[in-house]
C-alpha cells in the first residue's frame, strides 16, 4: 500500500512529544505541569461516587457542567462547549472554520498540536517568530492576510511562561478583521498573579470572533481525566457542537469538574503553593546566575549553556525529570514545572550538582 | 456573521439524536443498549484504584491496555489503536483516509455516525438501501466505483440486530479492491450466538484492508467512560496514530477497559443474561403477533403498525424508554434493549397494556 492511500494533509504530521513519565519510584516528574497535590479531593469524591453509572452514556452537553461554568464565569451556557481536553476544543475550531489553505498564524516554539490540527484540517501554518521570547503581537498582526482564517494566542505562553497584558491583548484584537477567529488557549491563566493580565471573558459580552480556551488538567488536577472547554460567542458554540461526537466528554470527567470548580481549599493551596514555589526558584536561580523567564504560570522556563537533551539526561540521572524543549525548537532551554516545596528544593539541589560539575 | 464563516461540509451535518436519560426513579432506559448490570465490577475497582493518578496525563498510547488485548486477541499491539470510544476510530479512519469528494459506502438506516464523519471530511456518502431490513452486500459492492474510499459495515447491525455470516463477508471482501478501506464495525459482537457469525480477527492475518472497530460500552458495561479500539493491519493503525490527539483515552478508561477484559463472572453473567432475554422476549412477542427481527445483539428490533414516536410517548408514560426509529429513518420502528428478566417483564406488560388499548 503506498502513502497515497492517505489524505496528504498527514504525510507530515509530527507525533507528539510528551513529557517523560517516571519509571521507578522516587523520581519527580516536572515536565508536564501536572498539579503536584494530585486531583482535586473534592472532584476524587465526585468521581467515586459517579462511577457506578459508568454503564450509562455521558450527557452529550455536559449540560450540567456546563451551567456550573455559567454561573461560576457570568456567562451564558450557550457561550460554553465542553471538551475531551481542551486541545479537542481547537481540534474542533479547526474542523468547524478552517478550510482547506486559509492560513492560520501561530507563535514560534509554542504548543505544538495547534500546528497539527491545522495541518490535519488541510490549513496553512503562519509561524510567527516570538520577540524576546515572548508572542510578538506586532508581527501576528502584520502577519493576517485575505486569507487568514484563525489565529493561536497562548496566555500565558507555553512554554514561556511570558504573557499579554490586557492592554496588549486589546489592542491587538482591534487590529483584526472580522473574517478571523482568534483562539486565545488560557490553559494556565488560572496561576496568572499579573495585575494586568487580561480579563478575557468581557470579550464575550461583545461581537468580537474569540475562542478562549481553559482546562481541568492543571489547576485542578485533572489531566487524567481529559476535560476542557471552549468560551466564545453563541453562534460559534452553536456551529462547533455540530461537529463534536456525541459523547466526547466522559462522565467522570463531567461530574469530577463539576466539583473541582468548588473545591475552595485545593484550589488556595494550588494557587499559594505556585506563588511561594515561583519566589523561591527565583531567588535560587538567581543566585547561581542561571538565566530564566519570570513566568504568569506553572512552569519556568530556563535557558541554558548546554544542550536541553543532555541537561535533561544529566537531571534524569538524579531522578529528576523536566522538559527539554528540543521538541519546540528550543535545543538549549528547559521547562520545569513548579512542584511542591520539597519538589522544587530537589530540583535546585539536582541543578546545583550539575553548575558545578 | 454569515454561514460562509464556516466549512461548507459543517453546514448540513445532522445533530445526533441519543436514547432519552429517567428523569426520575423507576423509569427503566432500554433505549441505548447500555449494560444493565452496570459496570464490570473487576472495571470499578480498578477506576477507584487509578483515581488518585488522575493529575498525571494519560499514557499517550494505551500501551499496557493494547498489550492485554493483543494477548486477549492473538494479534500484535501494533494491530490496535484505541479511541475515546470506537466512534473516535470512526473518525480518526476518515480523517487520516478519507479525500475530498471520495465516496463512501454505508448501509441505510444504520448507526448515524458513519455519515456524520463522512461528511466532517467532505467524502460523499453513498447509502445503500437495506434489503429485508439487512445490510444487502451484493448491492454494497455494486456500489463501489473508482471513487470509493471507505465502506462501512456494521455486524451486528445496529438497529435491526442482523448479521453477516462469515461466508457472506468472505465473499464481500474478496470483491472489493485493494484501494478500498473496509471498516466493520462490532459494537455488538459479543453477544452474538450464530455459529456462523465471522471471527473476523483473522483477516489481520492477510493483507485485507479491513479495520474492526470495538468497545467497551455495551458488553463491558462502559459507555460513560468511553474507551473502544481499532483492529487493522500495523500500517493501516500507523498511519491513524499520527492523526490521534495524544491524550486521547483517559486514564479511568484505560485502567477500567483492562481489567473488565478479564472480569469472568461478569461477562459470563452478562452473555448469559442476554441469552434468556431474548428467548423470553421472542416468545412474548411471538405470542402477541407483534413483527420483530432475530437478533444477534444485545436489542431487539420491532416493527410497528404504528408511529414509532407515538409508541415512544405511550411508553414513556409507562415508565419505559425505548427508541422510537425515526432519527434512523424508519418512522413505525423501535429498537428495544435486552434487560433484566425483570425490565424485560415490564417491558412486555407495558407493550401488552399498549396492544389491548
Given amino acids: 500500500m503506498a502513502e497515497e492511500f492517505i489524505r496528504p494533509a498527514i504525510k507530515n504530521l509530527q507525533e507528539y512529544v510528551p513529557g517523560k513519565t517516571p519509571e521507578k ?28 453509572h459508568l454503564h450509562i452514556y455521558p450527557d452529550q452537553k455536559s449540560i450540567v457542567l456546563r451551567e456550573a461554568l455559567s454561573k461560576k464565569l457570568g456567562v451564558k451556557s450557550d457561550n460554553i462547549i ?16 478552517l478550510r482547506p489553505g486559509e492560513e492560520v498564524i501561530i507563535p514560534a516554539h509554542t504548543f505544538s498540536l495547534y500546528k497539527t490540527f491545522t495541518q490535519i484540517f488541510d490549513g496553512q501554518p503562519v509561524v510567527v517568530a516570538l520577540n524576546n521570547l515572548e508572542q510578538d503581537l506586532e508581527a501576528m498582526a502584520k502577519a493576517v492576510t485575505k486569507r487568514t482564517k484563525l489565529i493561536f494566542l497562548c496566555n500565558p505562553h507555553n512554554p514561556t511562561g511570558t504573557y499579554l497584558s ?38 464575550l459580552k461583545t461581537d468580537k470572533n474569540i475562542l478562549i480556551l481553559r482546562t481541568f488538567s492543571k489547576f485542578y488536577g485533572l489531566a487524567g481525566l481529559r476535560v476542557g472547554y471552549g468560551l466564545a460567542k453563541p453562534e460559534l458554540i452553536s456551529y462547533m457542537f455540530r461537529v463534536k461526537s456525541p459523547f466526547n466528554v466522559n462522565r467522570l ?18 494557587y ?60 538549549k532551554a528547559v521547562r520545569v514545572s513548579i512542584g511542591t516545596k520539597e519538589q522544587n528544593k530537589k530540583f535546585i539541589l539536582a541543578l546545583a550538582g550539575l553548575l558545578l560539575a
Same sequence: chains 1, 2.
Avoid at 465542553?82 to 472554520?97: C, K, P, V, Y
Avoid at 506563588?275 to 504560570?297: F, H, I, N, P
Fill in 82 to 97: 465542553a471538551g475531551n481536553g481542551s486541545d479537542e476544543i481547537m481540534q474542533l475550531a479547526a474542523a468547524t472554520f
Fill in 166 to 203: 490586557a492592554k496588549q491583548l486589546d489592542a491587538f484584537l482591534n487590529k483584526i478583521p472580522d473574517n478571523v477567529l482568534v483562539v486565545l488557549d488560557e490553559a494556565y491563566a488560572e496561576y496568572a498573579e499579573a495585575a494586568d493580565f487580561p480579563g478575557s471573558i468581557k470579550y
Fill in 272 to 331: 499559594q503553593n505556585n506563588v511561594g514555589g515561583k519566589s523561591y526558584l527565583y531567588a535560587e536561580l538567581d543566585k547561581r546566575g542561571v538565566e530564566y523567564k519570570k513566568t504568569e504560570s506553572n512552569f519556568i522556563f530556563i535557558n541554558l549553556k548546554m544542550s536541553a537533551d543532555e541537561m535533561f539526561l544529566q537531571m534524569m540521572k538524579k531522578s529528576v525529570i523536566i522538559r527539554p524543549l528540543t521538541s519546540f525548537g528550543l535545543s
Fill in 253 to 270: 470527567a463531567q461530574a469530577g469538574a463539576l466539583a473541582a470548580l468548588d473545591d475552595a481549599d485545593f484550589k488556595d493551596k494550588t
Fill in 25 to 52: 519510584a522516587g523520581v519527580i516528574k516536572l515536565a508536564s505541569n501536572e498539579n503536584p497535590f494530585g486531583p482535586s479531593p473534592l472532584a476524587l469524591a465526585a468521581i467515586i461516587k459517579e462511577s457506578k
